[in-house]
Antibody
Framework: QLQLQESGPGLVKPSETLSLTCTVS??????????WGWVRQPPGKGLEWLGS???????HYNPSLQSPVSMSVDTSKNQLSLRLSSVTAADTAVYYC?????????????????WGQGTLVTVSS | QSVLTQPPSVSGAPGQRVTISCTGD?????????VNWYQQFPGTAPKLLIY???NRPSGVPARFSGSKSGASASLAISGLQTEDEADYYC?????????FGRGTKLTVL
């Protein structure tokens, strides 16, 4: 059974770097059928896509993000990672990792079909 | 930055049918990209409810249905039940990547 588990510090100071890891079990992140991604949700607000990554390291990031973002994969550990630099209070949110399946055209991965439980990250001094 | 427009809230009585609209533009839904819908209960992760405009993942009741026309899409819930009370998000794809609506809170009266 597929499971995604986010982990990382729950508190980050302003201007520092937010780093999270998502451990995938029940599926291999080297599957050719899926991308893997990150979505966040500020308290009481909606969902925001942060970016997606393929096991080869190919990435797509949300260009509207205020804080620089980077993602990576560690295929030996079946993990993906998220780094958000120079964070501010606006980056306070629940961060979810998710698996992305193909759309009906078979060309684009943007169906978030499985989600982790999420982890709350608070940016505060 | 949400580029898909949803009503903030909808409501209905048990047994009724409700619809939630999702409006995009020519750069996303109107460009032919699929619309997906997610259901989220307080304190839990979103769950895929509808994918590819009108397909239900295994385990999703048939009273949930989706449709798409032009640059808009709709989620319909028939035979409303109290356990359907949740937040619903539409999502699609565009020139900048995945985009979500701001969400609609469904209240079952």
């Amino acid at each position: 059974q597929l499971q995604l588990q986010e982990s990382g510090p729950g508190l980050v100071k302003p201007s520092e770097t937010l780093s999270l890891t998502c451990t995938v079990s029940g599926d291999s992140i080297t599957s050719h059928s899926y991308y893997w991604g990150w979505v966040r949700q500020p308290p009481g607000k909606g969902l925001e896509w942060l970016g997606s990554i393929y096991f080869t390291g190919s990435t797509h990031y949300n260009p509207s993000l205020q804080s620089p973002v980077s993602m990576s994969v560690d295929t030996s550990k079946n993990q993906l990672s998220l780094r958000l630099s120079s964070v501010t209070a606006a980056d306070t949110a629940v961060y979810y990792c998710a698996r992305l399946g193909l759309d009906s055209s078979g060309y684009y991965h943007y169906v978030f079909d499985f989600w982790g439980q999420g982890t709350l990250v608070t940016v505060s001094s | 930055q949400s580029v898909l427009t949803q009503p903030p809230s909808v409501s209905g009585a048990p047994g009724q049918r409700v619809t939630i609209s999702c409006t995009g533009d020519r750069s996303n839904i109107g460009a032919g990209y699929d619309v997906n819908w997610y259901q989220q209960f307080p304190g839990t992760a979103p769950k895929l409810l509808i994918y590819g405009n009108n397909n239900r993942p295994s385990g999703v009741p048939a009273r949930f249905s989706g449709s798409k026309s032009g640059a808009s899409a709709s989620l319909a819930i028939s035979g409303l039940q109290t356990e359907d009370e949740a937040d619903y998000y539409c999502q699609s794809y565009g020139s900048s990547g995945s985009v979500f609506g701001r969400g609609t809170k469904l209240t079952v009266l």
